[in-house]
T-cell receptor, first 119, second 112 residues
Framework: AQKVTQAQTEISVVEKEDVTLDCVYE???????LFWYKQPPSGELVFLIR??????QNEISGRYSWNFQKSTSSFNFTITASQVVDSAVYFC????????????????FGQGTILTVHP | NAGVTQTPKFQVLKTGQSMTLQCAQD?????MSWYRQDPGMGLRLIHY???????DQGEVPNGYNVSRSTTEDFPLRLLSAAPSQTSVYFC???????????FGPGTRLTVT
């Protein structure tokens, strides 16, 4: 069975600090997808990134960056120079796929990390 | 495109009552799914569908029924609500070849 663990339940930082959210996953499949979602106080789920298991290239998008390491089954998320608007719950998720890469839309989520950025 | 819509936004039920949470998408997505979100547990998959007429159970299906008669709609039925079903419910859809899940705004359900 697949599992996603976000060890940090809550993180509190001061604006402009860098912060890393950890995500460790377990799966028996060789083909899978990893995701990060943001849930701001308004409650909606905002898609941030998707990475497939064959692409270990790290990604940077503005102040956001992601470090995918298959060797340690981790997919960590870093926010550089955090801002108050980054305050939210962040979820890491995993979707297993068949040999053809089809995942059928079934996600396994981590417990979420509550990030609070203080001014 | 309206994306994924869910109704109602809020609902209060008494134990034993039944109701249907509605979910619709206008993106012609093949895959649709229902999740519930509880504090400290993330989102958990209730039921999912890979196309009209095809549904299957997720991690926490007990107490819920689904059907998918059209590509657009995927309602979630609570036949006899229990306090343990107090939660926020999210519907999601995705294209067969994309894997990017589009989530609805959620329904906050309280069972007293």
């Amino acid at each position: 069975a697949q599992k996603v663990t976000q060890a940090q339940t809550e993180i509190s930082v001061v604006e402009k600090e860098d912060v890393t959210l950890d995500c460790v996953y377990e799966t028996r499949d060789t083909t899978y997808y990893l995701f990060w979602y943001k849930q701001p106080p308004s409650g909606e789920l905002v898609f941030l990134i998707r990475r497939n298991s064959f692409d270990e290239q790290n990604e940077i998008s503005g102040r956001y960056s992601w470090n995918f390491q298959k060797s340690t089954s981790s997919f960590n998320f870093t926010i550089t120079a955090s801002q108050v608007v980054d305050s939210a719950v962040y979820f890491c998720a995993l979707s297993e796929a068949d040999a053809g890469g089809t995942s059928y839309g079934k996600l396994t989520f981590g417990q979420g990390t509550i990030l609070t950025v203080h001014p | 495109n309206a994306g994924v819509t869910q109704t109602p936004k809020f609902q209060v039920l008494k134990t034993g009552q039944s109701m249907t949470l509605q979910c619709a998408q206008d993106m012609n997505h093949e895959y649709m799914s229902w999740y519930r979100q509880d504090p400290g547990m993330g989102l958990r998959l209730i039921h999912y569908s890979v196309g009209a007429g095809i549904t299957d159970q997720g991690e926490v299906p007990n107490g819920y029924n689904v059907s998918r008669s059209t590509t657009e709609d995927f309602p979630l039925r609570l036949l006899s609500a229990a306090p343990s079903q107090t939660s926020v419910y999210f519907c999601a859809s995705s294209h067969k070849y994309s894997d990017e899940q589009y989530f609805g705004p959620g329904t906050r359900l309280t069972v007293t």
